[in-house]
């Protein structure tokens, strides 16, 4: 799903959305590779894995409810810290969703900044864009104990109900 992202990205961008790409570098993986286990992916709510590291895999549903709400299913996630798992996330909804993982105060930034600049396409490890009826998959490795969120940040969707906890639990 990492090639048809950049597919989309390179099929979708224009120069405005390559430039608000990387305005701000803040992003901090440009080349949207997925070398995995650096030091440079390495992030506070943990890494991106090899497939046969994960232990299970959880689906997670992004849809639309007829009231005008968006949401994920499940609407919150737990595991322990250095636990890795496989996400097959699946978009049954008629619009765009994507699933990002990351602190509370991360998304909330990255949120601001796709508000200015909607077009804006990004690759990062933590997170996957799915067209209406796509399914996808990310590996993650859950590194530090915390409360993490999940979200989508497409302009709307987060204030319309797309984002939920993420709790990884020290003993
Ligand atoms: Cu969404």
Same mark, same amino acid.
């Given at each position: 799903?990492k090639?048809?992202?950049?597919?989309?990205?390179?099929? #979708?961008?224009?120069g405005?959305?390559m430039?608000?790409?990387? @305005? &701000?570098?803040? @992003?901090?993986?440009d080349?949207g @590779?997925?070398a995995?286990?650096?030091?440079?992916?390495?992030?506070?709510?943990?890494?991106p894995?090899?497939?046969?590291e994960?232990s299970?895999?959880?689906?997670?549903?992004?849809?639309e409810?007829? &009231?005008?709400?968006?949401l994920f299913? /499940?609407? =919150?996630?737990?595991?322990?810290?250095g636990?890795?798992v496989?996400?097959?996330? @699946?978009?049954?909804? =008629?619009?765009?969703?994507?699933?990002?993982? &990351?602190?509370?105060?991360?998304?909330e930034?990255?949120? =601001?900044l796709?508000?200015?600049? /909607?077009?804006?396409?990004?690759? &990062?490890?933590?997170?996957?864009?799915?067209a /209406?009826? =796509?399914?996808g998959e990310i590996?993650?490795?859950?590194?530090?104990?915390?409360?993490?969120?999940f979200a989508? #940040?497409?302009p709307?969707h987060m204030?319309a109900?797309?984002?939920g906890?993420?709790?990884?639990q020290?003993?």
């Amino acid at each position: 799903m990492k090639l048809t992202a950049l597919t989309t990205a390179f099929l #979708l961008g224009t120069g405005a959305a390559m430039a608000a790409g990387t @305005h &701000d570098g803040g @992003h901090g993986h440009d080349d949207g @590779h997925m070398a995995g286990h650096g030091h440079a992916d390495m992030m506070q709510v943990g890494r991106p894995a090899a497939p046969d590291e994960a232990s299970r895999t959880i689906g997670i549903t992004m849809r639309e409810t007829s &009231d005008g709400e968006m949401l994920f299913e /499940p609407g =919150e996630l737990n595991f322990q810290p250095g636990e890795t798992v496989r996400f097959r996330i @699946h978009n049954a909804g =008629e619009v765009e969703h994507e699933f990002v993982m &990351d602190t509370h105060e991360n998304n909330e930034e990255h949120r =601001e900044l796709m508000q200015k600049f /909607p077009e804006m396409e990004h690759d &990062d490890p933590n997170a996957i864009r799915l067209a /209406p009826g =796509e399914t996808g998959e990310i590996v993650w490795s859950f590194a530090n104990a915390g409360k993490f969120q999940f979200a989508c #940040l497409i302009p709307g969707h987060m204030e319309a109900g797309m984002h939920g906890p993420i709790h990884v639990q020290g003993n």
